[in-house]
C-alpha cells in the first residue's frame, strides 16, 4: 500500500457506512471522465464516491482496477445504447448508421455527463506508467471499429451491401468520424450542430459505399 493509500485509510477510519458499487462506480466514472485517468487522484475518488478508502481498496484493489471497473460501467450503461441498434434487422444500413451516429452524439452531448466520449477523454495525457491503461483503452477503441467491420460484413452476407463493399474502410471511416464528435463536443459543440454533421455523412452515404467499392476495385 502506497503513502498516500496508507494516509487516506487512517483518515476514512470511523464508523462503516453501507456501500453502493453501482453509486460509486458512476461517481468516479464522471471524475475520470472529466479529468482524465493521471490526473484523476485517490483523494479525488474517495472524495466523490463518498465511500471509506478501504471499501474502495477491498472492492477494486487500487485506482487502477477501479478505472478498468469504471470503463466497463460506461460500456454497459451507455455504450450499449448506441451498439445495440446494430443487431437491428429491421432497419436498412443506411438507416441504422445514422440512427447510430445520433445516439453517440446524445451521448457526447448530455447535460448529466461530461462532454465526449468518456474513454477517448481518459486517456489524455497519458504517460509511460500508465501503458497497460493507455492498451486496454486503445483495445476498446479498436473494437468499436470491429463491431462495425462485422456489422457491414453481415449486410453484405444478407445483400443489403454489395458484395465487393469495403467493410474496414467504411468501419474506419466511422470510427474517425465519431472521434471526431467527441473532440468537437468536448470543445462545446452543441448536438443540433453535431446532428448537423450527421446529416452530411448520411448525404454522402451512396457515394461513401461507392467509394469504398472503387477504391477496394482500384488496388
Known amino acids: 500500500m502506497s503513502t498516500e493509500q496508507t494516509a487516506l485509510v487512517r483518515k476514512s477510519r ?3 457506512k453501507q456501500f453502493d458499487r ?5 461517481k468516479a466514472l464522471n471524475l475520470f471522465w472529466r479529468h482524465g485517468y493521471e490526473a484523476t487522484s ?17 472492492e477494486f484493489g487500487n485506482k ?20 445495440c441498434l446494430l443487431s437491428r434487422t429491421d432497419l436498412s444500413v443506411e438507416d441504422t448508421v445514422g440512427r447510430y451516429l445520433r445516439a453517440i452524439v446524445e451521448l457526447f452531448t448530455d447535460c448529466d455527463t461530461p462532454s465526449g466520449c468518456f474513454m477517448i477523454s481518459a486517456s489524455s495525457g497519458m504517460s509511460s506508467s500508465s501503458a497497460d491503461i493507455a492498451e486496454m483503452l486503445r483495445a476498446r477503441h479498436l473494437s468499436q471499429e470491429r463491431t462495425l467491420f462485422e456489422y457491414f460484413e453481415k449486410k453484405k452476407e444478407s445483400g443489403d451491401l454489395t458484395a465487393v463493399t469495403d467493410s474496414a474502410l467504411l468501419a474506419k471511416y466511422l470510427a474517425c468520424t465519431i472521434q471526431g464528435f467527441s473532440v468537437q463536443a468536448r470543445d462545446g459543440a452543441s448536438s443540433a450542430e453535431l446532428n448537423r454533421l450527421i ?8 457515394e461513401l459505399t461507392k467509394a469504398t467499392v472503387a477504391s477496394k476495385a482500384a488496388h
Not at 42 to 58: C, F, I, N, Q, R
Not at 199 to 206: E, G
Open 42 to 58: 485517490l483523494a479525488d475518488l474517495v472524495e466523490a464516491t463518498g465511500a471509506k478508502a478501504p471499501t474502495l481498496y477491498a
Open 64 to 83: 487502477e482496477g477501479l478505472f478498468r471497473a469504471a470503463v466497463e460501467h460506461y460500456l454497459k450503461n451507455f455504450y450499449e445504447k448506441s451498439s
Open 199 to 206: 446529416d452530411v455523412v448520411m448525404n454522402l452515404w451512396p
Open 14 to 16: 470511523g464508523r462503516p
Open 22 to 26: 453501482g453509486t460509486a462506480l458512476s
